[in-house]
């Protein structure tokens, strides 16, 4: 009988990590394959156009005819403009009462049409840029999209983040994975670092490491309400890495006061000091997506687990987390795997589990919880 297996968070000490750097749109690539290139590196360059402005000019200089534009106009077609500055004047009565338009942006005239009356004026291209995230070799060129960076180091997933991609050498705050970090042990020389917490960081030690400029956050767990408080509302349905707080913010654990996993801590630990690339995008639903943190590094050694779930699958005992409501990011304990499938609250019928949860027997869909690979 096959068995049943929910694939786990990485925490790989060393692993092969691929990461795919695209445009979101074509510009242009700006390094080759094979380049041996860091974090910071620019790859990859293009520009998004700017918003246009439709404006009815004849009407605004009450013109009689929309043929009458051409003449009235002292811009022709790309003529870059100042906001302010005036762009059309009517003839007036006998040369007096003339009445002006001015530019309401900067930008540039795109376009002058004699048969609706409309100038359209183009505000200036938005230069995007996307860097190179890890420190790697460009392993392939996606023309006019951008690369494929290679890397070999630490790779870690955490359960949730908050904020984008960001980077900073590894700072280590806690002295063990179940301590609580408060605001007396946040100072400024964590300023531009990645700090990492132990069980918990609380909410005035965040606030005081944002003022400080701290670059991300590492953390076994995080109170809902305070992750509610500093978005203004609710998680939702756990899409994030859009949001702009300052820092960015990875949960290695889940919810509430609980101890960063050994190996997470330690591995975090080893490598203090060394930089890392963070990033809190989370997608829970399809497509999933972790926050995770990348540590490059070239020390020799063979990364092993205890065990290999993929041959065992999911057994009695083994460590779980829960990944939808009404137990999101709870930890727990396997306790049996019933064979027959079981009719859950939503109506359907679906393969569970048992599970021990602070302390409380409970009933979980399979597909609802992922292993702790310890």
């Known amino acids: ?18 990461k795919t750097r695209k445009l979101p749109l074509l510009g242009q690539v700006l ?54 500055e005036v762009v059309a004047k009517s003839k007036g009565f006998f040369g007096l009462f003339r009445t002006e338009y001015k530019a ?33 070799i460009v392993k392939e060129e996606i023309p006019e999209e951008g690369v494929i960076m290679e890397t070999e180091g630490v790779h870690i997933q955490g359960i949730i983040g908050l904020g984008g991609e960001a980077y900073g050498d590894i700072m280590i705050v806690a002295k063990d994975p179940s301590e609580t970090v408060t605001a007396d042990m946040i100072n400024e020389s964590m300023k531009g670092k990645i700090i990492v917490c132990g069980s918990r960081i609380m909410t005035d030690a965040l606030d005081k490491a944002r003022k400080i400029g701290v670059s991300g ?24 890495g859009h949001e702009n707080i300052g820092y960015t913010l990875i949960l290695t654990e889940g919810f509430g006061t609980i101890p960063m996993a050994d190996r997470t801590f330690n591995l975090l630990k080893k490598y203090n000091g060394s930089r890392a690339s963070i990033n809190g995008s989370t997608q829970i639903r399809a497509g999933v997506m972790r926050p995770e943190i990348i540590i490059t590094h070239d020390d020799q050694f063979e990364d092993k687990t205890s065990k290999n779930y993929a041959q065992s699958g999911l057994e009695k005992g083994d460590l779980i987390r829960i990944i939808r409501a009404p137990y ?21 019928w679906v393969r569970v589990m048992t599970a021990e949860v602070d302390g409380e027997e409970v009933l979980v869909p399979r597909a609802n919880v992922e292993v702790i690979e310890k």
């Open 1 to 18: 009988m096959a068995h049943a297996y929910t694939p786990g968070l990485k925490v790989a000490a060393k692993t092969l990590i691929e």
């Open 31 to 84: 390094v080759k394959k094979g380049d041996k290139i860091p974090s910071a590196t620019i790859v990859a360059k293009t520009e998004l156009p700017g918003k246009v402005y439709p404006i009815n000019v004849a009407g605004q200089l009450g013109l009689g005819k929309a043929s009458e534009l051409t003449e009235s106009m002292l811009k022709k077609e790309g003529d870059v403009v100042k906001q302010g």
């Open 104 to 136: 309401p942006i900067n930008g540039t005239i795109t376009q002058i049409s004699h048969i609706t009356g409309q100038v359209i004026f183009n505000a200036p291209a938005i230069p995007v840029e996307i860097d190179a995230y890890v420190d790697g």
């Open 217 to 240: 956050v590492i953390t076994g767990g995080f109170d809902y309400q305070d992750i509610k408080n500093i978005l203004g509302k609710d998680l939702g349905v756990a899409i994030t």
């Open 328 to 348: 999101f990011g709870k930890l727990g304990k396997v306790i049996s795997l019933p064979v027959e499938l079981q009719k859950v609250e939503s109506g359907t």
